[in-house]
C-alpha cells in the first residue's frame, strides 16, 4: 500500500503524515508513507488545497486534516 501526503511543508501537512503513520501503525499494514512536495506533482492529483491525502493513488482528503479513525477506514476499503 502506497500512502502520499500532498504539501509543501506547512504545519497542516505535517500533522497529516504524522496522523497517517500513526494510522498505520495501529492496523499494523504495510505500508509506504511518501511525502510529495513538488506542486506540478501535487497538482498531477487535481489536489489544488493542500494537504492532501492519497491512498493507493486514490485522492481522499483535500485541504483538511482528518481523523485517525478516518484514515484508518481508508486504509481499510484499500487493503
Known amino acids: 500500500m502506497n500512502i502520499k501526503i500532498l504539501g509543501t511543508g ?4 505535517t500533522k497529516l503524515e504524522e496522523l497517517a503513520k500513526k494510522a498505520v501503525a495501529e492496523l499494523g499494514v504495510d505500508a509506504n508513507v511518501e511525502k510529495v512536495k513538488d506542486l506540478d506533482r501535487i497538482m498531477d492529483y487535481g489536489v489544488m488545497i493542500t494537504p492532501g491525502l492519497v491512498i493507493d493513488e486514490q485522492v481522499k482528503a483535500t485541504g483538511k486534516i482528518p481523523s485517525v479513525d478516518q484514515i484508518k477506514a481508508w486504509i481499510r476499503e484499500e487493503n
Open 10 to 13: 506547512c504545519a497542516k501537512c
